[in-house]
T-cell receptor, first 115, second 111 residues
Framework: NAGVMQNPRHLVRRRGQEARLRCSPM?????VYWYRQLPEEGLKFMVY????????ESGMPKERFSAEFPKEGPSILRIQQVVRGDSAAYFC?????????????FGQGTRLTVV | KNQVEQSPQSLIILEGKNCTLQ??????????LRWYKQDTGRGPVSLTI?????NTKSNGRYTATLDADTKQSSLHITASQLSDSASYIC??????????FGTGTSLTVIP
């Protein structure tokens, strides 16, 4: 059972381009969480999704950012028209059910660099 | 405001020594508290998870304590090893699937 897989591990984009970050949850997990970690800062919640539904997007910027978790395939975090301030590590976590005592497992992260 | 604060921000200890990391939180309503270890360039890995009714939980050389009344938690590492060098993150969960992360304590174990 592979862990949470994120790709790419490193992504470089020029200002104004689009960035697509992928997260394949652990087998059997239907809940996905995205977090952003800016340099020298802690992880900040962005969005919580279940299959085909966005449950909580209160941490995601209103513009340029979107997330989806289709019925088939990985969850995608999309950042349009990237700016230098988007440079960060983006982590995905998955769990088999809504978190309470359930453990959440994190991926290795995608490091986005905007040049 | 829901917040999680950790101290110290960074810590350097000699191999074999013990250390204690602190976490204070104001998250409400409280659901559970987790300690994660994050190696440089890797995703966080869970060490312990504690609910409101648990005071102490151990995982090998890691022992976490929780005082829900004072809203404080500690992570004690005994007989430190070089591989313990990492960031240790306190994460408090509120009911409703929301996680609040501390900024972490950066631990460096030197030989």
């Amino acid at each position: 059972n592979a862990g949470v897989m994120q790709n790419p591990r490193h992504l470089v984009r020029r200002r104004g381009q689009e960035a697509r970050l992928r997260c394949s949850p652990m087998k059997g997990h239907s809940h996905v969480y995205w977090y952003r970690q800016l340099p020298e800062e802690g992880l900040k919640f962005m969005v919580y999704l279940q299959k085909e539904n966005i449950i909580d997007e209160s941490g995601m910027p209103k513009e340029r950012f979107s997330a989806e978790f289709p019925k088939e395939g990985p969850s995608i975090l999309r950042i349009q028209q990237v700016v230098r301030g988007d440079s960060a590590a983006y982590f995905c976590a998955s769990s088999p059910s809504s978190l309470g005592l359930t453990e959440a497992f994190f991926g290795q992260g995608t490091r986005l660099t905007v040049v | 405001k829901n917040q999680v604060e950790q101290s110290p921000q960074s810590l350097i200890i000699l191999e074999g020594k013990n250390c204690t990391l602190q976490c204070n939180y104001t998250v409400s309503p409280f659901s559970n508290l987790r300690w994660y270890k994050q190696d440089t360039g890797r995703g966080p890995v869970s060490l312990t998870i504690m609910t409101f009714s648990e005071n102490t939980k151990s995982n090998g050389r890691y022992t976490a304590t929780l005082d829900a009344d004072t809203k404080q938690s500690s992570l004690h590492i005994t007989a430190s090893q070089l591989s313990d060098s990492a960031s240790y993150i306190c994460v408090v969960s509120a009911r409703g699937n929301q996680f609040y992360f501390g900024t972490g304590t950066s631990l460096t174990v030197i030989p």
